[in-house]
């Protein structure tokens, strides 16, 4: 027998309450990994000090841009990975600041390789966990 899912309640989040959700948790996760204001426009691809200081406040009212939406959901997939993979907060949290002998980091951290300004730097960590997390690189 197949379970049937049930329909959600109330109307599906639009794009303004995903980006706001995205702004917040990544907040979260920027106090977590113990980010630096520099780090933290780096990694949302340096907006204007002035506009990364406006979301923080109201992330409700945050216009983003689709090259932000993108680095907001690599980072909260790196997020998640490191969650799953190291169960223990501390851990998962130090990972992105820990030298890596991983061929792809060669001893650099993943926060090096993410701070490096490309949306691509960020996938690309977002792929080595998934490819951890799925039992191999590739």
């Given at each position: 027998?197949?379970?049937?899912l049930?329909?959600r309640?109330?109307?599906?989040?639009?794009?303004?309450?995903?980006?706001?959700?995205?702004?917040?948790?990544?907040?979260?996760?920027?106090?977590?990994?113990?980010?630096?204001?520099?780090?933290?426009?780096?990694?949302?691809?340096?907006?204007?000090?002035?506009?990364?200081f406006?979301?923080?406040?109201?992330?409700?009212?945050?216009?983003?841009?689709?090259?932000?939406?993108?680095?907001?959901?690599?980072?909260?997939?790196?997020?998640?990975?490191?969650?799953?993979?190291?169960?223990e907060?501390?851990?998962?949290?130090?990972?992105?600041?820990?030298?890596?002998?991983?061929?792809?980091?060669?001893?650099g951290?993943?926060?090096?390789?993410?701070?490096?300004?490309?949306?691509?730097?960020?996938?690309?960590?977002?792929?080595?966990?998934?490819?951890?997390?799925?039992?191999?690189?590739?």
């Amino acid at each position: 027998m197949s379970a049937v899912l049930a329909p959600r309640a109330g109307p599906e989040p639009g794009p303004q309450e995903m980006a706001a959700a995205g702004l917040r948790s990544f907040a979260r996760m920027a106090e977590a990994w113990g980010l630096s204001i520099d780090e933290q426009l780096a990694l949302l691809g340096q907006p204007p000090r002035s506009t990364f200081f406006a979301w923080r406040k109201q992330p409700e009212k945050a216009a983003l841009s689709r090259d932000t939406l993108e680095r907001l959901s690599n980072l909260l997939g790196i997020y998640k990975s490191l969650q799953i993979l190291l169960p223990e907060a501390a851990a998962a949290d130090a990972w992105v600041r820990q030298p890596n002998s991983a061929a792809p980091f060669g001893g650099g951290t993943a926060l090096q390789r993410m701070l490096a300004g490309n949306v691509s730097d960020l996938n690309f960590v977002r792929r080595y966990l998934d490819g951890v997390r799925g039992g191999g690189w590739s």
